[in-house]
């Protein structure tokens, strides 16, 4: 028999798919264009960007592990609110200049941006490589939240992940990017539904917010302070904040987001209507407190889910414990619906850098425009698959490793692609042995930890300061990028290939 | 661009976006349980604070900065 839940849970996941495969027809675009693909034909506007964004950025793994970061370790948790306060001044500031020149140019990728503006296909190949394999893990985390999720309502096995990551593939490579957005809609309503319930009805089953603060250890509930000369967890919560900021929209599948905003007023509209998001965010951080209250750990309903899926269990086994069985089926078709927007993006994404920095690039240079949208839409197929791989063959700690690195890797594209926004002083030599020596330096550091972590502790002057490597990474990266750059500009003032101009940044 | 004064004066209001940088960089302020609000610790309502205050920084900058400029708006179908 099935559970009021899962009834719930087919039908939103039904009418999901549906809607996915009718959005192909929605602002009607010649799909076999890339940019009208992969895209959506820089068309949509303020609401529909924002529904995207918030889609893309705040994912199904997010509702489910920033929660249980907090549930197993306190206050840490926590950094995904300055994280996401912090991203949008850079969001503001910066990434209009980038729109405008894409839309200029007809630039699909970052990859594309740095090979038109240093003229340097090396530099370029650096960039859509290291946006590719950052993404990939990430997608395959997606699969984690809905797999959480999915055994919450009693289905075991993996023929459930099968079946949904099929149909997405499916409406990706019909719709291209018009599903996603079109599902994020239905996505976040439910994701906001499923909040203002959570942050009203829980509390007052708990006693209130008070009591729920009460009942978290006090080491947890502040980050631990080491000593005089040792900034402790402080300084980790802050560079693990500033640094997710400085990585977040140089992901491939944040960028497409902007990317496909009709004009650039969307995406400063969007730095200030998208905190909402952030402000669900925080409230489903503190979830993870809700269920400490409620004591989900030691109730042995849940102890096979939290003995095979650990902490991230900890939303999931609380919605169970708290809400009536058909609100439960709303609730998890959010978390999965919510991994199925990100995935699609971001093989997207990914797809397009492919399609553009490699094949047309390296094998295929004379492609018609039609066979580059045809090899994006089987690219995005195939690295689905590969996530799919991932998740059912290999422990899930290599993804979670995996996406740790990513976000190291990501963030030393920040020279080449955003500093080149504002200067072409930089030379390409020079941003890529920068790129080189933050990825070595970050991928080391990531190393020392065995992988279990990101915080690696430098010790400067006899103070330890713990710091996101992904951080101290790039500091080291911009010293080489901006010493080698005077060299070789000093060397040689031969001029430099550029196809942009002054006015295309405006 | 605008030069002279108003360039100088939309350079100042931009330097809005830098505020929630200053006010979450040091960790070692908020990272207290006191003065607590309707039973959340002073850490937890204080960052939550600066979500809608983070978004309302970003619209004097933005009026500063499209103000008289047709060319901001959406040019775009």
Not at chain 1, 274 to 283: N, Q
Not at chain 1, 328 to 341: E, K, P, S
Not at chain 1, 440 to 469: D, E, N, R, W
């Amino acid at each position: 028999m099935m559970s009021a839940a899962l009834i719930v849970f087919l039908i939103l996941f039904v009418a999901v798919t549906v809607l996915g495969f009718i959005a192909a027809r929605w602002r009607q675009g010649d799909l076999s264009q890339l940019h009208e693909w992969g895209l959506g034909g820089r068309r949509f506007g303020t609401i529909v960007t924002w529904f995207l964004l918030g889609g893309d950025l705040y994912t199904a793994y997010t509702f489910v592990a920033v929660p249980a970061l907090m549930f197993g370790a306190g206050a840490m948790g926590f950094f995904a609110v300055p994280y996401t306060i912090l991203v949008y001044p850079i969001l503001f500031a910066v990434y209009p200049r980038l729109w405008s020149v894409s839309r200029a140019r007809g630039y699909i990728t970052a990859a594309d941006f740095v090979r038109g503006r240093f003229g340097n296909r090396t530099l370029a190949l650096a960039v859509a490589a290291t946006g590719i394999l950052a993404t990939m893990p990430y997608i395959a985390l997606q699969l984690v939240g809905m797999e959480v999720v999915i055994a919450g309502l009693g289905i075991r096995g993996e023929a459930a992940l099968f079946i949904a990551f099929a149909i997405l593939a499916a409406y990706t490579y019909t719709s291209g990017l018009r599903a996603p957005a079109m599902i994020a809609v239905v996505k976040d309503l439910l994701i906001y539904i499923t909040v203002l319930a959570a942050v009203i009805i829980i509390p007052a089953k708990l006693g209130g917010y008070s009591a729920i603060f009460a009942s978290v250890e006090p080491d947890k509930l502040l980050l631990a302070k080491d000593g005089v000369r040792d900034f402790g967890s402080e300084s980790a919560y802050v560079t693990l904040a500033l640094g997710s900021a400085l990585a977040l929209f140089l992901y491939p599948h944040a960028l497409t987001g902007v990317l496909s905003a009709s004009s650039r007023n969307v995406i400063r509209r969007n730095a200030a209507i998208l905190p909402a998001y952030s402000l669900a965010l925080g409230l489903i951080a503190l979830l993870g407190f809700m269920a400490i209250a409620a004591g989900v750990k030691s109730n042995p309903a849940y102890a096979a889910g939290f003995a095979t899926y650990g902490n991230n269990y900890a939303v999931p086994a609380l919605f169970l414990e708290m809400f009536p069985g058909w609100f439960v089926g709303v609730a998890f078709a959010a978390i999965a619906i919510g991994a199925l927007v990100p995935a699609a993006i971001m093989s997207i994404a990914t797809a397009n850098l492919f399609t553009r920095n490699i094949y047309r690039e390296y094998i295929a240079p004379d492609c018609a425009p039609e066979r580059e949208s045809q090899v994006a839409k089987i690219a995005s197929l195939v690295v689905k698959l590969g996530a799919l791989f991932f998740i059912v063959f290999l422990p899930q700690t290599y993804a979670i490793q995996l996406q740790l690195l990513g976000g190291i890797w990501i963030i030393q594209t920040l020279p080449a692609v955003l500093l080149g926004l504002y200067t072409r002083w930089l030379h390409p030599t020079a941003l890529l042995t920068g790129w080189a020596t933050g990825i070595v330096a970050g991928t080391a550091m990531a190393a020392s930890l065995q992988f279990k972590g990101s915080i690696y502790t430098l010790h400067i002057f006899g103070f330890a300061l713990p710091c996101y490597a992904a951080l101290s990474a790039l500091v080291l990266n911009l010293i080489v990028a901006v010493a080698l750059s005077a060299l070789f500009n000093a060397l040689s003032n031969a001029p430099r290939e550029d196809e942009t101009a002054a006015a295309d940044y405006h | 661009m605008a030069g002279g004064k108003r360039g100088h004066w939309r350079w100042l209001v931009r330097l809005l976006l830098l505020v929630p940088f200053i006010v979450l960089i040091d960790a070692g302020f908020y990272n207290r349980t006191e003065p607590a609000l309707a039973g959340i610790p002073f850490f937890y309502w204080y960052q939550l604070l600066w979500v809608p205050l983070g978004a309302l920084l970003l619209l004097p900058v933005w009026a500063s900065e499209s103000h008289g400029r047709a060319e901001d708006r959406d040019k775009h179908p």
